[in-house]
Nanobody, 123 residues
């Protein structure tokens, strides 16, 4: 069974950091791109950034450039989202999603989605 499981969310103060994990099972990240998305209350889901099967990174959201980075460990079959300098407007449910090899900013092209993890930035 192909599955993505996010973890690492929680409550953090403004200016703090969190690292989210997206663990894949049932398929190997050697052949898949993984993107992170988020959805804040009352807003549409937005793409943040993506890492392709060959480790190329693509940013889709200017709001996270310079603060969020994406990486992956193919041995652990896991992708990470390092979030620094967090702001209250980063509060959202964060999702990872997978598609074959290359990144895309079209959400409909992603075949597999995790269940999401809540990130709350508040003092």
């Amino acid at each position: 069974q192909l599955q993505l499981v996010e973890s690492g969310g929680g409550l953090v103060q403004p200016g703090g950091s969190l690292r989210l994990s997206c663990a894949a099972s049932g398929f190997t990240l050697d052949y898949y791109a993984i993107a992170w998305f988020r959805q804040a209350p009352g807003k549409e889901r937005e793409g943040l950034l993506c890492i392709s099967s060959n480790f190329a990174n693509t940013y889709y959201a200017d709001s996270v450039k310079g603060r969020f980075t994406i990486s992956k460990n193919n041995v652990k079959n896991t992708v990470y989202l390092q979030m620094n300098s967090l702001k209250p407007e980063d509060t959202a449910v964060y999702y990872c999603a997978a598609k074959g090899r290359r990144c895309s900013d079209y959400q409909s092209t992603y075949d597999y989605w995790g269940q999401g993890t809540q990130v709350t930035v508040s003092s």
